[in-house]
């Protein structure tokens, strides 16, 4: 059974737009949830985690465990943050979704 | 330069050719990971490591083999009884398997099989 549910492939916007890239996931127990990244030719590396409860590149991610849900959001898009996200849950070892890439335009 | 270092970063391999993928790491890291990136597939695992000499199957391992003799070092071997082997692979380290959640990549091997 899918654990992580990314539902967007592609998530296309504009400059200055807001962005939500949602996450689902299905887990019992207290999840622990990570939103990675992969900018072109680089890296894929962590971007923020749930219990940090942090704010990384204007990115924020709240966990709703009423609607299993861990949404990564940023009120004003920038063209630099075009890459592509994935979300994880830590089950032992670290489960990723099928990942989000998100495209911000001038 | 540490970090994770994995090499070659292209092979080509003709059906029936075992592939060996190389992973080391200067970290320290006592855990590592391999996983297999497909367009629309995300991330999945193939095989992990807790410590030396141990290592468990990942959610697809069939056709895949790894050890872990040095703890800097976990290479794959792809064997010709993965079917569909053309694919990039990422390797990963973390502090420990039950840590705090940061895995740390090398930048992948993408191969391809003729």
């Known amino acids: 059974a899918q654990r992580v549910t990314q539902p967007e492939k592609l998530l296309s916007v504009f400059k200055g737009a807001p962005v939500e890239l949602k996450c689902n996931y299905s887990?019992?127990?207290?999840?622990?949830l990570f939103w990675y990244v992969q900018y072109s030719r680089q890296r894929l590396q962590l971007l923020l985690r749930?219990?940090s409860r942090e704010s990384i590149k204007g990115f924020t991610a709240d966990l709703n465990k009423g609607e299993t849900s861990f949404h990564l959001k940023k009120p004003f898009a920038q063209e630099e943050d075009s890459a592509m996200y994935y979300c994880a849950l830590r089950d032992g070892t670290l489960t990723f979704g099928k990942g989000t890439m998100l495209l911000v335009s001038p | 330069d540490g970090g994770i270092t994995q090499s070659p970063k292209y092979l080509f391999r003709k059906e029936g050719q075992n592939v060996t993928l190389s992973c080391e790491q200067n970290?320290?890291?006592?855990?590592m990971y391999w996983y297999r990136q497909d367009p629309g597939q995300g991330l999945r695992l193939i095989y992990y490591?807790?410590?030396?000499?141990?290592?468990q199957k990942g959610d697809i391992a069939e056709g895949y083999s790894v050890s872990r003799e040095k703890k800097e070092s976990f290479p794959l071997t792809v064997t010709s009884a993965q079917k569909n082997p053309t694919a990039f692979y990422l390797c990963?380290?973390?502090?420990?398997?039950?840590?705090?959640?940061?895995?740390?990549f090398g930048e992948g091997s993408r191969l391809t099989v003729l």
């Open positions: 749930h219990i």
């Open positions: 990963a380290s973390s502090i420990f398997s039950g840590g705090p959640g940061e895995l740390f």
């Open positions: 970290l320290n890291h006592d855990a």
């Open positions: 490591s807790q410590i030396v000499n141990d290592f």
């Open positions: 887990y019992s127990g207290s999840p622990e």
